[in-house]
T-cell receptor
Framework: DAKTTQPPSMDCAEGRAANLPCNHS???????VYWYRQIHSQGPQYIIH???NNETNEMASLIITEDRKSSTLILPHATLRDTAVYYC?????????????FGSGTKLNVKP | DGGITQSPKYLFRKEGQNVTLSCEQN?????MYWYRQDPGQGLRLIYY???????QKGDIAEGYSVSREKKESFPLTVTSAQKNPTAFYLC?????????FGPGTRLTVL
């Protein structure tokens, strides 16, 4: 069962911020939200993750709503190389083992 | 370089033949995973292994088999029982906080 829901595609102008939404309304209190991206025919790459606080790293920011039912990945200044499929993922941990539940992803098209 | 290798990158097989996809990691991770990806779709979990000599079925295990004899290796066999094996196959391993993926193997059954 999919634990996340994402729009199938989004467009963004080069240099502008890209805001990618994700719904995870059934997330449990100890389940993390992860974001990965996949450039065509390559393995997905880690971007960022969080539990309930907002997070920022050199690639992106992650904003999680207070009720944790949704989140937004923000790429502050999108470039053409950011064109990819972005996956919002819920990580379920048990007994030192993780299962990662992938949604269907959002295809981000960054346009010049 | 630390990472995950998958071989081959492209694989062609005739219908009815079993085929084994290789996955090796040198990240010293206990957990390893196999996913299948169909065009325009997300990743679906085939099998996963928490530790050597132990593995569990994922969501779409029918027609697949795995082994985990060494920590570094988690090969996937696509058997003739898999009705639609043509797909992109991704292997991954994980630390406590992050999952790392290999470059994938694209399998085409003719």
């Amino acid at each position: 069962d999919a634990k996340t829901t994402q729009p199938p595609s989004m467009d963004c102008a080069e240099g502008r911020a890209a805001n990618l939404p994700c719904n995870h309304s059934t997330i449990s209190g100890n389940e993390y939200v992860y974001w990965y991206r996949q450039i065509h025919s390559q393995g997905p790459q880690y971007i960022i993750h969080g539990l309930k606080n907002n997070e920022t790293n050199e690639m992106a920011s992650l904003i999680i709503t207070e009720d944790r039912k949704s989140s937004t990945l923000i790429l502050p200044h999108a470039t053409l190389r950011d064109t990819a499929v972005y996956y919002c993922i819920v990580r379920v941990a048990s007994y030192n083992f993780n299962k990662f539940y992938f949604g269907s992803g959002t295809k981000l098209n960054v346009k010049p | 370089d630390g990472g995950i290798t998958q071989s081959p990158k492209y694989l062609f097989r005739k219908e009815g033949q079993n085929v084994t996809l290789s996955c090796e990691q040198n990240l010293n991770h206990d957990a390893m995973y196999w996913y299948r990806q169909d065009p325009g779709q997300g990743l679906r979990l085939i099998y996963y292994s928490q530790i050597v000599n132990d593995f569990q079925k994922g969501d779409i295990a029918e027609g697949y088999s795995v082994s985990r004899e060494k920590k570094e290796s988690f090969p996937l066999t696509v058997t003739s029982a898999q009705k639609n094996p043509t797909a992109f196959y991704l292997c991954a391993s994980s630390s406590l906080y992050e999952q790392f993926f290999g470059p994938g193997t694209r399998l085409t059954v003719l």
